[in-house]
């Protein structure tokens, strides 16, 4: 009996670690046959698990909510509890690893009977945290979807709305989940662009999980730091404009990274690029890094065109006219500092 309530334990964990389980992956990771991981997936169903069983090739087991909290030692009260205050953990950014936090959000959510899931939806809403500034309503839901998604490599669908209002359908691969200035965001490959995405999770809508399981592309902590940051600056800005460049758009993106998204071929040999700041020297900065050599036009619009060129041509002017004179005790200190 021992071994029988050791292995369904087992067989309990590795169901809550992946979306998805092949019966065949199963019975080799318990070390046993099919058949046993059939009679223990019964044990734990009599116990109150809900676990879907897909006939098939690609068929297994998936662990599903079922009509009562299943035995977690926990009562529904303390069940609710619990997803609370995870919820408000990931949403606030309480705790350092979110990641952690929204997993252990997911696992819970997952066996919560839909009743109680309706009330920690219902109670979280009311529950917030004194001093801190809060960032745009997230799902908890959502993310919960979202991290299991990416935690089992599944791809998924989603309707996601832009800042601009305009709406799409996007099939992803999701890669990470990521909180920065108290939004949540989803870096994942997008398979009908064929890109890098990211997106604010609070504009994401109607998750859906198409049991489809993808092998992940390699991305460095450094490089999903760097698509998040991208991604918190693409913004709208008070000056904006487009740089159309003599520069093919595979090259561009070579050369600007991360910093190329948006843009866009304008044909073979040029490439569109949106460019913007708070302020006509902003969006200046933002011209200066076009390629050296590489010649460009811009629709930047009046006032910022008239006051971005007075600013170079007094610039030019700057470095045309003879420089003034060095001050004597700095003269000094740069003899000095040049070598004997």
């Known amino acids: 009996m021992a071994d029988t309530t050791t292995r369904a334990l087992s067989l309990l964990n590795l169901l809550q670690t992946h979306r998805h389980w092949p019966g065949s992956e199963l019975a080799v990771r318990l070390g046993v ?22 006939p098939g090739a690609a068929g297994g087991y998936r662990l599903e909510a079922g009509s009562a909290v299943p035995p977690l030692l926990l009562t529904d009260e303390e069940a609710v509890a619990m997803a609370i205050g995870l919820r408000v953990a990931a949403s606030q950014r309480l705790v350092s690893g979110p990641e952690t936090t929204i997993t252990a959000l997911a696992k819970l959510e997952q066996v919560l009977p839909a009743p109680l899931r309706r009330r920690v939806a219902a109670l979280a809403q009311t529950v917030q945290p004194a001093g801190l ?6 799902s908890g839901e959502v993310l919960g979807e979202l991290a299991l998604a990416t935690r089992d490599h599944e791809r998924v669908r989603f309707t996601y709305t832009a800042a601009s209002g305009e709406v799409t359908h996007r099939r992803v691969e ?53 698509f998040i940051f991208v991604a918190r600056s693409w913004a709208r800005q008070a000056v904006e404009a487009d740089a159309v460049m003599e520069l093919p758009l595979d090259e561009m993106r070579d050369y600007f990274g991360q910093w190329g998204q948006g843009a866009t071929a304008e044909d073979a040999t040029h490439t569109r690029w949106p460019v913007g700041g708070s302020d ?17 036009t811009t629709d930047l619009t009046s006032p910022a065109r008239e006051e971005l060129r007075e600013t170079l041509e007094r610039m030019l002017r700057a470095l045309d006219a003879p420089a003034p004179p060095v001050p004597p005790d700095r003269a000094l200190a740069r003899e000095r500092q040049l070598p004997a």
């Open 33 to 54: 046959t099919e058949r046993t991981v059939r009679r223990d997936v019964e044990r734990l169903r009599d116990l109150g698990y809900r676990i879907e069983s897909i």
């Open 133 to 138: 500034n809060a960032g745009a309503a997230v």
């Open 174 to 226: 999701p890669h990470a989940l990521a909180p920065a200035d108290r939004h949540w965001y989803l870096l994942c490959w997008d398979l009908d662009k064929e890109d890098w995405r990211t997106f604010r999770v609070d504009r994401l809508t109607d998750v859906a999980h198409t049991r489809v399981l993808f092998e992940p592309k390699p991305l460095t902590p450094e490089q999903i730091e760097e």
């Open 280 to 296: 006509f020297r902003e969006t200046m900065y933002g011209l200066s890094w076009i390629p050296a050599g590489v010649d460009y």
